[in-house]
């Protein structure tokens, strides 16, 4: 769809193109960068209550981008975007308290949007709600709901619960310790991408846990995570070279 059809689309007031447009400005897409322009056609989709547009303009009020920072504003924003149903908004909400200085964190609230967002398709509040499980941060620990969240966080292809899952088989948190299922899952990881994963690989060949000792499977996993910005990794590698 051409520029000029979405454009006659949003003068129109169709609040999908409005929220298109909005895209394009705020990120420069063949257009000059404008997020005061972005937010004006967000603005304009939110005020039809689109809570995609209403979600972004939470998340410019949160990062003052385009609009003055604001994080109770973008707190306003993001639960009316939250309550319209938006998966997003949700997870944003969590993060909000979970992570974000400036507001009073409360774990309680954050693993409580964490889990909604989760229920509304968010495989990120999942993974996120899988993480305040294992590590019982303002809810109760408990490993084998974080295995389940992992897991299924696996399934959508998420490389960072392949990782968490991985080392709860490799030090035996909730499930008995198993090298050999740990060294899979960390396989499984490493092929979505996960550095941290191909950097556990790297160590693991380098000690024989998990898999066959071999220093030349250990640099390959070590150089293929350094070359994905893995430090750790880097370090390793190095050491080995010295």
């Known amino acids: 769809m051409s520029f000029e059809t979405v454009l ?19 990120k420069g897409d063949g257009v000059v960068q404008d997020r005061r322009e972005a937010a004006r056609w967000f603005g304009l989709a ?8 209403i979600c972004n303009l939470g998340y410019m009020r949160a990062h ?4 003055r920072l604001d994080l109770e504003k973008a707190m306003e924003l993001y639960e009316r975007s939250a309550e319209l149903g938006y998966a997003r908004a949700m997870f944003n909400l969590g993060f909000m308290y979970s992570d974000v200085e400036g507001v009073e964190q409360d774990w309680e ?9 989760a229920e509304a398709g968010s495989v990120m509040g ?8 294992q590590e019982g941060r303002g809810i109760p620990r408990d490993p084998q709901a974080a295995i389940a969240a992992y897991e ?12 968490r899952l991985g080392m709860m088989h490799l030090t035996g948190d909730g499930v008995p310790r198993n090298p050999d299922k740990a060294a899979k899952m960390m ?6 991408g996960s550095e941290d994963a ?5 160590k693991m060949s380098l000690t024989g846990e998990g898999m066959v000792k071999s220093e030349n499977n250990a640099r390959k996993w070590l150089s293929k995570a350094a070359a994905r910005g893995s430090e750790e990794a880097a370090q390793i590698l190095e050491g080995i070279k010295r």
Request: proline share 3%.
């Open 109 to 117: 609230k954050a693993f409580a949007w964490y889990t909604r967002a």
């Open 8 to 26: 006659k689309a949003a003068k129109q007031g169709d609040p999908d193109a409005q929220v298109a447009m909005g895209y394009l400005f705020f």
């Open 198 to 202: 191909m950097c556990e690989l790297g």
């Open 46 to 53: 939110a005020d039809q209550g689109n809570a995609e547009a």
């Open 126 to 133: 999942r993974y996120r709600a899988g993480v305040m499980l």
């Open 152 to 163: 299924e966080c696996m399934e959508a292809g998420y490389p960072k619960a392949g990782y």
């Open 64 to 67: 003052g981008a385009g609009l």
């Open 187 to 192: 396989v499984k990881a490493a092929d979505m």
